[in-house]
């Protein structure tokens, strides 16, 4: 097994030996041929090298630690100390899980710059719009009508729908069990551009842990890590700071989120191999409660999958968590709500409609389960 830091990563690479590595890659040897495409980063070289103007760099709505990581290193590194190019970062929807926060905290500790909401977004005054871990325009990427993506790099390439990348300026948008994070295909680009971390310069420490942080997170702390994911931690684990790592991954919570997550887990309800609950009213600040009581209640003894919600504004929004063992499909579950994820954890938004819920009305929740979520569930 490997530790939530990944910090086994030297055994698989051969870099650290105890007794048999469990794989013998030798990394210079094979990086040209395992790690990065040249044909893809020779062309987006070619492109970036003539380009002139400022780029928006974007992500998924409610960006995760995945997103804000590659956004920031191919803002700072890439674009900025390779090209030349300035760039600025948006994104949609908010940024509320306590770990995105604590990243976001990190990083601005160090950059001037801040990550910019949508609605104060001046879109006219950026020449092109490089999106990170999105793909397609609608599809939890919000971006003005009259505006198109001009770059992308994703790795959630999904062979059964109909994506057309042709009108792109370039795109390299891969299925995730080639690649398991856009963390990882940034530090491929680093690579392929000769960009390296220096270990004592604190603004690359903070870029290289939030990256480590990135691949873990999509990865599933590595359970669903492909070989590129261990190359790439391998590139950048000396610079890894371990104790700012704990601290993105391991943060405060905030009494509202706490008083959630009790409210939820008081108040479940077991409809078989489900276990739902409702954190009750959260303002959008919070709304990471639900994803944290979702994975709680998936906790639960013969438990697979654990549907959390709770009532923001004007709208039901809703959590889904559901083991890797298991044959349920959080995606597919929140597909039946209108929302999206992965096979593992997903969410949706619905709305509220005739109810006005209020704390502790155990009527109401009842009512809300049975004629919103279990008719969903059940088709």
């Known amino acids: 097994m490997y530790d939530r830091f990944g910090d086994k990563i030297g055994e698989f690479v051969g870099l650290r030996k105890k007794g048999k590595p469990k794989m013998n890659i030798n990394i210079e040897e094979e990086k040209k041929e395992l790690f990065f495409d040249s044909e893809k980063t020779t062309k987006l070289e070619g492109i970036l090298s003539k380009f002139n103007g ?57 950059y001037e710059s801040r990550i910019i909401p949508f609605d104060s977004v001046k879109f006219d005054d950026y020449k092109k ?11 939890h990427l919000t971006i003005p009508d009259n505006k198109k993506v001009n770059f992308a790099i994703d790795h959630h390439f999904d062979p059964s729908l109909e994506e057309d990348f042709s009108n792109y300026d370039f795109a390299d948008v891969r299925p995730s069990n080639e690649v398991g994070s856009t963390s990882t295909m940034t530090i491929e680009y680093l690579e392929a551009y000769g960009l390296n971390f220096d270990k004592d310069e604190p603004s690359d420490e903070i870029l290289a842990t939030a990256l480590k942080h990135g691949i873990l997170i999509d990865t599933n702390n590595l359970k669903k890590a492909t070989t590129k994911d261990y190359l790439a931690l391998a590139k950048i684990h000396s610079c890894v700071n371990r104790n700012t790592l704990d601290e993105i991954m391991r943060p405060s919570r905030s009494g509202e989120m706490q008083s959630g997550i009790g409210r939820g887990l008081s108040n479940r309800k077991r409809i078989g191999v489900y276990s739902i609950s409702c954190a009750g009213h959260l303002l959008e600040s919070n709304r990471d409660t639900i994803s944290v009581l979702a994975r709680e209640l998936m906790a639960e003894e013969g438990v697979e999958a654990g549907i959390a919600f709770a009532i923001i504004e004007d709208r039901i929004a809703i959590s889904i968590k559901a083991r890797e063992a298991s044959k349920l499909n959080a995606q597919t579950i929140a597909g039946k709500f209108g929302g999206g994820g992965r096979y593992d954890e997903a969410g949706a938004s619905i709305p509220l409609g005739p109810f006005e819920y209020q704390d502790g009305n155990e009527t109401l929740l009842d009512a809300i389960i049975e004629s919103l979520i279990i008719p969903k569930i059940e088709k």
Do not use: M
């Not at 390779?82 to 929807?93: A, C, K, L, N, Q």
């Open 54 to 110: 400022k780029i928006l760099i974007g992500a998924h709505d409610y960006p995760c630690g995945d997103a804000i990581a590659s956004s920031y290193v191919w803002k700072e590194k890439i674009l900025k100390e390779r090209f030349g190019i300035e760039s600025d970062i948006f994104y949609s929807g908010a940024i509320s899980h306590h770990e995105n926060v604590s990243l976001l905290k990190k990083l601005d500790s160090v």
């Open 129 to 139: 719009i490089f999106v990170l871990d999105a793909s397609i325009k609608g599809r």
